[in-house]
């Protein structure tokens, strides 16, 4: 495996809140590694930093070879990150397969969305063919014409998963993908994670539920207080003193 994603010594303040410090790691191509820490350690911050919401005080962020700490979101979108929200909210008038067509809309640009042109009209065309794959893929497809406000919390985490596939991402960024969402649904989100896993997508995983974290990740990282205390395999997690201490310490 070689590293995909590197962040080194990244930092970030609000205001006198030291709330990520000399943060550094890598993410290897294929790899699920499984973000961990108590509420308020800064793993929400971590990946709004790397997906360009969040702007950082010190430090790199890279994909490949190319620095993107400093770059628009949009380009970091194009250079193949995306990532999901810890609390999705959906428009309330758009069905939820129009939520996955303006996903795709997005990611074509502004210019092109003025001024339309058959080439965009083909795009829209493979988008309505992605989306419709995307959304059997997510389980979605009983539902595509129901508002996308209208679903369960577990589904609206699918949906929101299926809008940041419409990018075509190499890495998957996903924040509380379990929380919330009913039993039923757990087993499924696993398997479709493992799946776009096996095709290559690389992921990274905010989540609390240890089972799922034993499950799906292949290695963690433990956040407490903004910084890195621990970085091994989810086996180890229970015997790492560090950890222990980051979740009872207080
Ligand atoms: P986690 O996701 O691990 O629960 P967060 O990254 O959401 O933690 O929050 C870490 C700390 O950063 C908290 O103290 C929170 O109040 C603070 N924080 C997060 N976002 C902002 C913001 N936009 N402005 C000010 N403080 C923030
Ligand atoms: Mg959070």
């Known amino acids: 495996m070689s590293a995909l994603m590197q962040v080194n010594h990244l930092s970030k303040a609000f205001g006198g809140n030291q709330v990520l410090e000399d943060v550094s790691f890598s993410l290897d191509q294929g790899e699920i590694l499984g973000l961990l820490g108590p509420n308020g350690s800064g793993k929400s911050t971590l990946l709004n930093t790397i997906s360009g919401f969040t702007p950082i005080d010190h430090g790199t962020i890279s994909i490949g070879t190319q620095r993107i700490?400093?770059?628009?979101?949009?380009?970091?979108?194009?250079?193949?990150?995306?990532?999901?929200?810890?609390l999705?909210?959906?428009?309330?008038?758009?069905?939820v397969l129009e939520v996955v067509m303006a996903a795709g809309?997005?990611?074509?640009?502004?210019?092109?969305?003025?001024?339309?042109?058959?080439r965009?009209?083909?795009?829209?065309?493979?988008?309505?063919?992605?989306?419709?794959?995307?959304?059997?893929?997510?389980?979605?497809?009983?539902?595509?014409n129901l508002p996308a406000d209208a679903l369960s919390g577990g589904q609206k985490k699918l949906l929101g998963i299926a809008c940041a596939l419409m990018g075509k991402p190499s890495v998957l960024m996903l924040?509380?993908?379990?929380?919330?969402?009913?039993?039923?649904?757990?087993?499924?989100?696993?398997?479709?994670?493992?799946?776009?896993n096996q095709n290559g997508l690389s992921l990274i995983i905010i989540e609390h539920d240890m089972h799922f974290i034993r499950e799906l990740c292949h290695r963690c990282i433990v956040l407490?207080?903004?910084t890195i205390v621990a970085n091994c395999s989810p086996q180890e997690l229970a015997h790492n003193e560090q950890v222990l201490e980051a979740y009872l310490g207080g």
């Open 120 to 144: 965009l009209r083909q795009v829209e065309q493979s988008d309505l063919a992605k989306a419709t794959q995307l959304l059997d893929e997510l389980l979605l497809t009983k539902v595509r």
């Open 224 to 226: 407490n207080r903004g």
């Open 69 to 86: 700490d400093k770059l628009p979101t949009y380009q970091i979108i194009n250079s193949g990150i995306a990532r999901t929200f810890q």
């Open 88 to 95: 999705p909210n959906m428009p309330k008038k758009m069905s």
């Open 175 to 196: 924040d509380e993908p379990m929380a919330g969402v009913h039993p039923n649904l757990r087993q499924e989100i696993v398997e479709t994670l493992t799946r776009l």
């Open 105 to 118: 809309t997005r990611s074509h640009g502004l210019f092109q969305s003025l001024f339309p042109s058959k």
